[in-house]
């Protein structure tokens, strides 16, 4: 289940089990979205993007959902595998501000074998 | 080549120290972005060089220097650090400052400010 931590939200599955991380944005003029995976240790790693003229995108095993009615952004990882295990950034862009990105809070996302 | 290296890894400086952290790219990207990451945070934008010159300062404090001396190397000196500025300092670049463009990152520099 998912559970909110002093620190860091936290979702645990079951391996093989569907992932759904959620991430609500503020910026009503963002228009373009990536998720970042972050593993112990590393720096942040490009999973999938998506620009505000569209509502879904998939990628290998991700997809992204985007609802810019609400402001909510959603990472959804299918068969998720112990090498998903990591903390999930979701990050905003708008074309005024250039490529300048600002991250969400991030999720950790662990996966039980 | 789609790496950003890191130098060095880890850092442990004195407060009445004078340190650089060292960021490189070969994927002839011509942005690059510092960005600061507290534990359990997410990262913060510090400084974006576009074409080797500084486009965008977060208000980041005089002690944090940043250079650029070319278009693959980028530099953050240290100098006169406070313990709050331990954190993971994140290097990125990208094929351009504007627009929108994926961002590289690199491993980070862990400092820690005794």
């Known amino acids: 289940g998912e559970s909110v931590g002093l620190h860091l939200p936290t979702l645990s599955v079951q391996e093989g089990d569907n992932s759904i991380i959620n991430c609500a944005y503020s910026?009503?003029?963002?228009?373009?979205f990536i998720w970042y995976k972050q593993e112990s240790g590393k720096g942040p790693q490009f999973i999938i993007d998506i620009r505000s003229n569209m509502d879904k995108r998939q990628g290998q095993r991700v997809t992204v959902l985007l609802n810019k009615t609400v402001k909510h952004l959603s990472l959804q990882i299918a068969a998720t595998q112990p090498g998903d295990s990591a903390v999930y950034f979701c990050a905003e862009n708008s074309n005024n501000a250039g490529n300048m990105l600002t991250f969400g809070g991030g999720t950790r996302l662990m996966v039980k074998p | 080549d789609t790496e950003v290296t890191q130098t060095p890894k880890h850092l442990v400086m004195g407060m009445t120290n004078k340190k650089s952290l060292k960021c490189e790219q070969h994927m002839g990207h011509r942005a690059m972005y510092w960005y600061k990451q507290k534990a359990k945070k997410p990262p913060e934008l510090m400084f974006v060089?576009?074409?080797?010159?500084?486009?965008i300062n977060e208000s980041v404090p005089s002690r944090f220097s940043p250079e650029c001396p070319n278009s693959s190397l980028l530099n953050l000196h240290l100098h006169a650090l406070q313990p709050e500025d331990s954190a993971l300092y994140l290097c990125a670049s990208s094929s351009s400052a504007g627009g929108y463009y994926e961002q590289y990152f690199g491993p980070g520099t862990r400092l820690t400010v005794t």
């Open positions: 060089y576009s074409y080797e010159k500084l486009s």
């Open positions: 910026n009503s003029a963002s228009d373009y």
